[in-house]
């Protein structure tokens, strides 16, 4: 399976500021999934995004995907402590696996 | 969402021995997966774990090694066989319930497994 690739591999901001994610991807897709790793544990299932959708929000949550491009941006507004974690993108097709992106490591400071 | 549980949450083994780690999904679920995420990397895809048939596994990674079982649309296991500390990773199982109705997929705890 390919990889997708994120940027920047890692982020530091303080709280309050917004925090910017982005994923390429190489392969046909027909959904991109965020996840949230906190400290090597299991994977928490932020949003998902269907290849004809443009934009989603989900609280503080927004995810664009430009398919033309193969690229999707993760933003959290008003990030807080709580949000320093691993976060990677996934892309996917309807009963396979998903492919991973590298992540991006996100430090939130307070 | 779905409340997927493994077992164990971590282990720390010798070198030669093997280990079965169970998944656990809270309803039948069509699709379940097995990946891999060695330290400080991404997850990568072990097998697709079928009901009632042989897994289907990615390139690199061998039944010998990696067998798996799906008895039911509930549980999984996946044993690593003959271990070597290469082997210490995070495994992780995940599930998808219906493809037709959702794409979202969603992952156990993890088993943390160090191999000495």
């Known amino acids: 399976s390919q990889q997708g690739e994120e940027d920047p591999q890692a982020l530091s901001i303080q709280e309050g500021e917004n925090a910017t994610m982005n994923c390429s991807y190489k392969?046909?897709?027909?959904?991109l999934q965020w996840y949230r790793q906190n400290s090597g544990r299991g994977l928490v299932h932020l949003i998902l995004i269907r290849s004809n959708e443009r934009e989603k929000h989900s609280g503080r949550l927004r995810v664009t995907l430009d398919t033309s491009k193969k690229s999707s941006s993760l933003l959290i507004t008003a990030s807080r402590a709580a949000d320093t974690a691993s976060y990677f993108c996934?892309?996917?097709?309807?009963?396979?696996?998903?492919?991973f992106g590298k992540g991006t490591s996100l430090l939130v400071t307070p | 969402s779905a409340v997927i549980s493994q077992k164990p949450s971590r282990d720390i083994c010798q070198r030669g021995t093997s280990l079965t780690i169970q998944c656990q999904v809270d309803?039948?679920?069509?699709?379940m997966f097995w990946y891999r995420q060695q330290p400080g990397q991404s997850l990568t895809l072990i097998a697709t774990?079928?009901?009632?048939?042989?897994?289907?596994?990615e390139s690199g990674f061998v039944i010998d090694k990696f067998p798996i079982s799906r008895p039911n649309l509930t549980f999984s296991t996946l044993t690593v066989s003959n271990m070597s500390p290469e082997d210490s990773s995070i495994y992780l199982c995940s599930v998808e319930y219906d493809s037709q109705t959702t794409d979202t997929q969603y992952f156990g705890p993890g088993t943390r497994l160090t191999v000495l």
């Open positions: 996934a892309t996917g097709l309807s009963g396979y696996a998903l492919n």
């Open positions: 309803s039948q679920v069509t699709m």
């Open positions: 774990a079928n009901q009632g048939s042989e897994a289907t596994y």
């Open positions: 392969t046909s897709i027909n959904n």
